[in-house]
């Protein structure tokens, strides 16, 4: 019930929820029959008298004043809200909507008369790049004969992004540059053209999170490093496009959100809050239990105890040697861990993967020197290395870091890697 004059676009905000009276006159509103779901009140009628008779006639309906800049004062019956602030906040998703459509149209038009098209993810597909690859397949209004989600290198191995695949029925393939020659139209997702270092050419569209790379050259780029994930913005432009989000799709998509945020806790922003909110209540939360539940492997415990075992601080910087492993999650998940840490500020797991790289997992607090930055200035030349603010990876062939330090004993590659971090951490920006 709304009691008094309203703005024409809040009124339409409500109006989506069910029925509304409208009422002219404070008066009217003791004449009216039924339980409300909240009642509404223009604050030129917001007298301490009128509430409190408002909510004895109305006692389990809640009483909200549309007030500016006033404040409830002791003793009266009400919730004092900006509702232009409300209407002003809704207009500005519209149009972020509206946007989005034109961006839609745009990439669609780019790929509409591919036969073939390959999306392709990186190397290590998490569950963010292949819940947006999923998204960009169903925004294209394609399937899985006419769209192939794709990536170069091994077989993925964290258990659950394992899971997330096998449970969910995703084809994700594993691809060769030979057979990126059969495809007639590339799109990229969660990554961008730098990260493969000109060996794939002739790239159609990018959409990404990560801050932008040199060289980003494509005919449709939709890169915003303010999203906490890609699937933030997958979600927007299926909004946007009134493309109908499956119980599936929003279960990836919200895992997504949640994994590459730390479930909104590590570089989210509110356009990551908005799509997790709308996800959330559409996927099967179920599944998505399952998928999480699977996190280690019984044989991985003893890397944990390694990382442990090998581990030093050093200046408010963990450091973690996982030593010579095979799967190249567990930096990451140990990296994570080190942040749990009383007193650290940074945590640095690295180890060598399959005897050719050492990989190094960066992150920190948030509110010291971006970890992307300082990775991509510390190994950009010798490697790949990049990331948000917080969490960023470094990969760099054992044979560069030969030549960079002479040795690549475990105490030679401890003792650079802890010199050059605490050098590169304690300087001022």
Same mark, same amino acid.
């Given at each position: ?38 009642? %509404? ?79 392709? %993810? ?48 995703? @084809?994700?393939? *594993? ?67 009134? *493309? ?70 050093? @200046? ?27 007193? *650290? ?85």
């Amino acid at each position: 019930m709304f009691i008094g004059e309203f703005d024409i676009l809040l009124m339409s905000l409500f109006k989506n929820r069910g029925q509304l009276t409208e009422l002219d006159f404070p008066d009217d509103a003791f004449n009216q029959k039924g339980v409300f779901t909240l009642i %509404v009140v223009n604050s030129k009628f917001s007298s301490k008298e009128f509430l409190a008779s408002l909510a004895s006639n109305y006692p389990t309906s809640p009483i909200v004043v549309s007030a500016d800049d006033e404040q409830r004062q002791d003793g009266y019956i009400a919730r004092y809200v900006r509702f232009d602030k409300v209407a002003d906040s809704q207009i500005s998703f519209e149009e972020k909507l509206a946007r989005s459509d034109i961006s839609v149209r745009h990439i669609r038009e780019i790929h509409r008369d591919a036969k073939k098209l390959l999306i392709l %993810v990186h190397n290590q597909p998490d569950p963010d790049a292949i819940a947006s690859a999923m998204a960009l397949r169903t925004l294209l209004r394609r399937n899985k004969k006419t769209a192939t989600i794709g990536y170069l290198g091994e077989r993925i191995s964290r258990p659950e992004n394992v899971a997330m695949v096998e449970l969910m029925d995703i @084809d994700l393939q *594993v691809i060769s540059h030979e057979d990126i020659k059969n495809f007639d139209s590339i799109a990229l997702v969660d990554v961008q053209p730098s990260y493969f270092r000109g060996e794939i050419i002739g790239i159609d569209s990018v959409i990404d999170h990560h801050p932008i790379t040199p060289e980003c050259d494509a005919k449709f780029t939709e890169i915003s490093s303010e999203e906490g994930a890609t699937a933030t913005i997958m979600t927007r432009l299926l909004r946007a496009a009134q *493309v109908e989000i499956s119980a599936k799709l929003s279960t990836a998509l919200l895992y997504g959100i949640k994994t590459d945020t730390m479930i909104l806790n590590r570089g989210a922003d509110l356009d990551d809050l908005e799509a997790f909110t709308y996800l959330y209540n559409q996927a099967d939360l179920g599944l998505l239990r399952k998928i999480e539940s699977k996190t280690l492997y019984s044989e991985e415990i003893k890397h944990y105890g390694q990382a442990l075992s090998k581990h030093w601080i050093n @200046d408010g910087i963990i450091f973690m040697n996982l030593g010579r492993i095979e799967k190249e999650h567990l930096i990451s998940q140990v990296a994570d861990m080190g942040m749990k840490v009383g007193g *650290v500020k940074w945590s640095i797991a690295f180890g060598i993967v399959s005897g050719s790289h050492l990989v190094m997992s960066v992150r920190n607090s948030g509110s010291v020197r971006s970890a992307g930055r300082l990775l991509f200035e510390l190994f950009d030349e010798i490697g790949s290395a990049g990331g948000h603010r917080s969490y960023a990876k470094a990969v760099i062939p054992m044979n560069e870091v030969k030549d960079l330090i002479g040795r690549t004993s475990r105490k030679s590659i401890e003792q650079w890697i802890d010199r050059v971090f605490r050098t590169a951490t304690a300087q001022k920006v």
